[in-house]
């Protein structure tokens, strides 16, 4: 049974760095698109990034390009998200989603991962 299982949050200071990890397994197919996705508390979910496992091509959220980097590295089934100059607005559940259809929506989800941006 396919799953994703993220790992990295945790407490961070305003101005910091953190890295978020994403271990996938079950998987049949290689061709998918992989994408990070976040919920503030009190909010609806926020849609951070995707890359596509093929080409690696990536696509941001206006408004984290720059500050947040997500990489793959299939040789380890692990997807990344590089935080850096973290906010405190970025603080959330920071979700790991598949689209192995291809269809413009995730279908699989991880459990989630809390960071929290506070000094």
């Known amino acids: 049974q396919a799953q994703l299982v993220e790992s990295g949050g945790g407490l961070v200071q305003p101005g910091g760095s953190l890295r978020l990890s994403c271990l996938a397994s079950?998987?049949?197919?290689?061709?998918?698109?992989m994408g990070w996705v976040r919920q503030a508390p009190g909010k609806g979910l926020e849609w951070v990034a995707t890359i596509y496992s093929v080409h690696s091509n990536t696509n941001y959220a206006d408004s984290l390009k720059g500050r947040f980097t997500i990489s793959h590295d299939n040789a380890k089934n692990t997807l990344y998200l590089q935080m850096n100059s973290l906010k405190s607005d970025d603080t959330a559940v920071y979700y790991c989603a598949y689209d192995t259809g291809l269809g413009g929506s995730f279908d699989h989800w991880g459990q989630g991962t809390q960071v929290t941006v506070s000094s």
């Open positions: 079950g998987f049949t197919s290689s061709s998918y698109y």
